[in-house]
């Protein structure tokens, strides 16, 4: 166990709908990073926040939304669904805004299907 | 874009055999190289992280070396055992102040009894 909380586990939806998927990122962490693994593709990150602002992103779609609160939990946002993203989010965290020993820590993941 | 390629794919041992895989990165603007093990139905478990030219860790039957000049690390897992069944991913961190680890596709160990 990392420490690193998801929910939900499990995520069906349809076509055109909007989801949030939640992380708590291991106590005293205070960076949270959110990765997508699609079928066919390895993980690729999506973005990171750290104390609660935006850090790094990747290719993440104008959809897809992420914020970070006071608490230091994490919400990713997609909406109008489609097919394609039907993945396997994951979560992670780490001590530090990043860097080269920083280490970070994967939750369990949300298994998100579109139909 | 930047590329980090994991070989072979996939790969069958028998229990007792030690075994080898690779991780090729861009040899530019490196900062850390990291592995990790990912399990079935499991979240990934960080075994490594990697900074140094000509580095080597150990952890228990598995050691990693890397190799930055020419971008690349092994992992080697000595004496494997049916347990070590799981993908095995590297992720290069090319950004030195953020956390944003490009991953490869992994390489599958299975690992008969």
């Known amino acids: 166990d990392s420490g690193v909380t998801q929910t939900p586990k499990h995520l069906i939806t349809a076509t055109g709908q909007r989801v949030t998927l939640r992380c708590s990122p291991r106590s005293g962490d205070l960076s949270v990073y959110w990765y997508q693994q699609s079928l066919d593709q390895g993980l690729q990150f999506l973005i990171q926040y750290y104390n609660g602002e935006e850090r790094a992103k990747g290719n993440i779609l104008e959809r897809f939304s992420a914020q970070q609160f006071p608490d230091l939990h994490s919400e990713l946002n997609l909406s109008s669904l489609e097919l394609g993203d039907s993945a396997l989010y994951f979560c992670a965290s780490s001590s530090r805004a990043g860097g080269d020993t920083d280490t970070q820590y994967f939750g369990p993941g949300t298994r998100l299907t579109v139909l | ?113």
């Not at chain 2, 075994?47 to 150990?58: A, C, P, R, S, Y």
Request: proline share 4%; hydrophobic share 30%.
């Open chain 2, 1 to 113: 874009i930047l590329n980090v390629e994991q070989s072979p794919q996939s790969l069958h041992v028998q229990e007792g055999d030690s075994t080898n895989f690779t991780c090729s990165f861009p040899s530019s603007n490196f900062y850390a190289l990291h592995w990790y093990r990912w399990e079935t139905a499991k979240s990934p478990e960080a075994l490594f992280v990697m900074t140094l030219n000509g580095d080597e860790k150990k952890k228990g039957r598995i050691s990693a070396t890397l190799n930055t000049k020419e971008g690349y690390s092994y992992l080697y897992i000595k004496g494997s055992q049916p347990e070590d069944s799981a993908t095995y991913l590297c992720a290069f961190d090319g950004s030195g102040n953020t956390g944003k680890l490009i991953f490869g596709q992994g390489t599958t160990l299975q690992v008969k009894p």
